[in-house]
C-alpha cells in the first residue's frame, strides 16, 4: 500500500469517515490544504504528524466534512417548502416528519422550524418533528447549543428574529426553546445505508452529495427512496442532480430548485 493509501486507511480507522465514498480528488485537495498548514511535503509526513499531533483530528475532519450553511439559504427553496410542500402535507396528515440529512450547525433545521412554527401557531392541530442530523458531532453540539453571532442573522426579519431568537448581552443570538422541541438533532453516518426514520414526508439533504462518488450518490437516492412514505418529497442542492438510474424512484416536482417525489 502507497503512503496515500496507508493516510486514508489511518483516517478512516480514526475518524470513521469513509474517504472511498467521497470523490479522490476532493480528498486530496482537503488533505493538501491541511497538510500546507502543517508545513508537511509528503503524505507520510502529514500522518506522522497525525499521529503526533491530536488536535490536529478535529481540523481535518472539519476540512473533510465542509460544513457551509446559513438561514434561509436559497431562499426560492423555503418560499416552495411554506407556501406549497408543507401546505400540501398539512392536507393529507396532521404530523409531520422531515429529516435534515447533513444539517451541519443547524441553520438549516432551524429555519423549517421557523416555517412549522408558524404554521402551528396558525393551527394549533399541526404538529411535526424534525431529524436534524450530521457526521460531525462537533458541528452537531452546536447545532444543539443554538447559539449564533449577529452575521448569521442577515436573511432574517426583525419579526423572525423576534419571535424566535433571544439576544444575549454579548450581542449573539440564542434560539428559543420552541424551535428546539421541534427538532432531535442526531449523530448520524450517510454511508451507513441505515436511514434515521421510516414513513418521512420530507428529506432534505442540501449541497452534501457535490461531495461523493456516483456509486454512493446512487445509495443514497435509494435509502432516501426507502425512508420516505408515500409521495413523500425528496430536495436536493441546486448543483446537484439524480443520475438517469434513479429517474425510476423519484419523479421531478420542481426541477429548478431540485425538489422530487418519491414513486411509489
Partial sequence: MDDFGLLIRFIEH?????????????IKRRLLSRMRSTNCVTYQDYLNYLKANPAELEKLRNALTINVTEFFR?????????????????????????????????EEPYSLAMILSDLIAQNPL?????????????????????LYPPKTMVKLSESQIRRHFTKLPDGNFQVKPH??????????????GVPIAQRLDLITCRNVTIYFNEQQKGSLARMFHGALGSRGFYIMGKTE???????????????LQKVFIKKD
Fill in 241 to 255: 442532480y439524480l443520475g438517469r438510474t434513479l429517474e425510476n424512484l423519484f419523479e421531478p416536482y420542481n426541477s
Fill in 179 to 192: 424551535l428546539k422541541e421541534l427538532i432531535r438533532f442526531r449523530p448520524h453516518d450517510l454511508m451507513s
Fill in 126 to 146: 399541526i404538529s411535526a418533528q424534525i431529524y436534524a442530523t450530521d457526521i460531525d458531532q462537533v458541528v452537531l453540539q452546536k447545532a444543539k447549543e443554538g
Fill in 14 to 26: 480514526t475518524l470513521g469517515i469513509r474517504c472511498s465514498s467521497y470523490k479522490e480528488d476532493y
Fill in 74 to 106: 436559497d431562499s426560492d427553496v423555503y418560499e416552495l417548502i411554506k407556501k406549497e410542500i408543507f401546505s400540501s402535507l398539512i392536507q393529507q396528515r396532521k404530523r409531520l416528519h422531515i429529516w435534515c440529512a447533513g444539517c451541519s450547525t443547524g
